[in-house]
């Protein structure tokens, strides 16, 4: 065993042990989620083919019209909305086995929405990276950091006061991205207010994207789809 796939093991473990821990603190499970598992249905009928462009995620990157913003590369959309760390790892192994050219991550929000600690979240996220270079060492892999939220229409109670978590978390991303030598995407400054909120031209609810707040995203990750 080399020292990748132990690294995977362990995260793991530590993974289905935290969230074995603190089920109280947990109030939805998305393994069960019937828009979850809708979802994962149409990608069974449409699986991965080999060497595809992926993006990862949760309704952020399921909102995006991928295929239509880079039509030369066709990436595949694979975000399923209200989605968290558990639930990509819980898919991770279709698109490994497809061995993909890129792969375009976000993830975390949704923990945090939970209730998740930053710690926890990177548990998750760390586990997701060691499997990617494990099961496929030629996939190009882009870790994007979380979007702010804006909190100004109340619509999203859970994520009320959680700026600078997204903030603390987007470094930590980025600090252990750094250590693999794992490409990371800092999208939060283009979508900021000077008071850490996602700027209100970019969104109509204060955590979702419109075709604005999508053409700035299309914009940051350009010359990583070349």
């Known amino acids: 065993m080399n020292p990748m796939q132990m690294k995977t093991i362990l995260l793991a473990c530590l993974l289905l042990f935290s969230f074995r821990a603190a089920s109280q603190e947990i109030v939805e499970n998305i393994l069960e989620n019937p828009a979850y598992l809708e ?8 699986p991965l083919q080999e060497g595809q462009i992926v993006f990862l995620g949760n309704s952020l990157t399921q909102g995006g019209k991928w295929d239509e913003y880079f039509p030369v590369q066709k990436p595949v959309n694979r975000g ?4 968290n760390t558990l639930g990509m790892l819980g898919r ?10 890129k792969l375009f991550i976000l993830a975390g929000i949704n923990d945090i929405s939970l209730g998740r600690s930053n710690d926890r979240i990177m548990t998750g996220i760390k586990s997701m990276l060691y499997q990617v270079k494990a099961g496929s060492p030629g996939t190009e892999i882009y870790v994007q950091s ?5 909190n100004d229409a109340g619509m999203y109670k859970r994520l009320k006061g959680k700026e600078k ?7 930590k991303i980025r600090k252990f991205c750094k250590s693999e030598n794992i490409t990371f995407i800092d999208l939060y400054p283009s ?10 031209k970019y969104t109509d ?3 979702h994207l419109n075709d604005a707040g999508y ?3 299309v914009e940051k990750i350009r010359t990583c789809m070349e």
Do not use: Y
């Open 215 to 217: 053409a700035v995203w």
């Open 92 to 101: 991770l192994h279709r698109i490994i086995e497809a061995k993909p050219r």
């Open 146 to 150: 979380l979007l702010p939220v804006n």
């Open 205 to 207: 609810d204060g955590l």
């Open 165 to 171: 978590q997204i903030e603390k978390l987007n470094r």
């Open 80 to 83: 399923i909305s209200g989605d």
């Open 39 to 46: 979802r994962m249905a149409c990608f069974e009928k449409d």
């Open 191 to 200: 979508f900021t207010t000077s008071k850490r909120k996602l700027d209100a």
